[in-house]
């Protein structure tokens, strides 16, 4: 089946830093979509992507889908405590309208 | 205001005792997903509706069932759980043909 690699799994910064994970898979996704997840609630739609190359901004997030449509990254700049959680990229498989899901990345921020 | 709600937020249930989740709507999508959660992991689909047709991800315990009686609810029916099957349950809905799904914000089941 169609699987997404997310890395890295967790980072630990300190506030203010920049953030940098990415998604790569082995197969072709029309859409790229990132979300966070709090401790205790739901994923929440942080940033969708939908063109091959598109660079999508959105305040201090900023996610690429790649070119080859097999890979996607998402930047946080001048990260604050509330940045804290778990990040995941997903990948929509259109024709059965499924969501894939990266295994996450662990953000902790040290003040 | 909360598009997906689901209810209750926490549910204990004992072992082998039936439980069911429940999941509304007020965005009037046609596709209706139940992801499981467990801790450090990412959301797993258990199956999806779209309008009344039920899609089974294969490796979907038989012990899983759901049911929509109309396009706002989505139940999950847990028959007989197991420790196994603590986790977080994740209601998310979408628009077939749409390029995003919203989430609600999880049951947590508890299995004592």
Known sequence: GQQLNQSPQSMFI?????????????????????????????????????????????????????????????????????????YFCAGLIQGAQKLVFGQGTRLTINP | DAMVIQNPRYQVTQFGKPVTLSCSQTLNHNVMYWYQQKSSQAPKLLFHYYDKD??????TPDNFQSRRPNTSFCFLDIRSPGLGDAAMYLCATSNWGATEAFFGQGTRLTVV
């Open chain 2, 54 to 59: 039920f899609n089974n991800e294969a490796d």
């Open chain 1, 14 to 86: 300190q506030e203010g830093e920049d953030v940098s994970m990415n998604c790569t898979s082995s197969s072709i996704f029309n859409t790229w979509l990132w979300y966070k997840q709090d401790p205790g609630e739901g994923p929440v739609l942080l940033i969708a992507l939908y063109k091959a190359g598109e660079l999508t901004s959105n305040g201090r997030l900023t996610a690429q889908f790649g070119i080859t449509r097999k890979d996607s990254f998402l930047n946080i700049s001048a990260s604050i405590p509330s940045d804290v959680g778990i």
